[in-house]
């Protein structure tokens, strides 16, 4: 079955950088594309970058110069760098791929900015 597991978020200070990365299992990953979202508490779960399997990205207006969604196909495995960080990116991160018009997701990973 479709498995996504994230990892590497944490704490981090304002204007610091974390990536986090989500592992694929169960699918052809290079043939899907690949989401991170984000929620953060009391809102509602956001986009926050995509990249297609040609490699084209997509990001949210808020993280444009400051993220960058990336895929390594030989270790299905999508990366989110995150720069600068800023106190309001402070959520649980969420990866997702759209496999056969369904959508799975992980179970998430804490990222914590301090001002």
């Known amino acids: 079955q479709v498995q996504l597991v994230e990892s590497g978020g944490g704490l981090v200070q304002a204007g610091g950088s974390l990536r986090v990365s989500c592992a694929a299992s169960?699918?052809?990953?290079?043939?899907?594309?690949m989401y991170w979202y984000r929620q953060a508490p009391g809102k509602q779960r956001e986009g926050v970058a995509g990249?297609?399997?040609?490699?084209?990205?997509y990001y949210t207006d808020s993280v444009k110069g400051r993220f960058t969604i990336s895929r390594d196909n030989s270790k299905n495995t999508v990366f989110l760098q995150m720069n600068s960080l800023k106190p309001e990116d402070t959520a649980v991160y969420y990866c997702?791929?759209?496999?056969?018009?369904?959508?799975?997701w992980g179970q998430g990973t804490q990222v914590t900015v301090s001002s």
């Open positions: 990249i297609t399997a040609g490699g084209t990205t």
């Open positions: 997702k791929v759209v496999h056969g018009g369904e959508d799975y």
């Open positions: 169960g699918i052809i990953f290079s043939m899907d594309p």
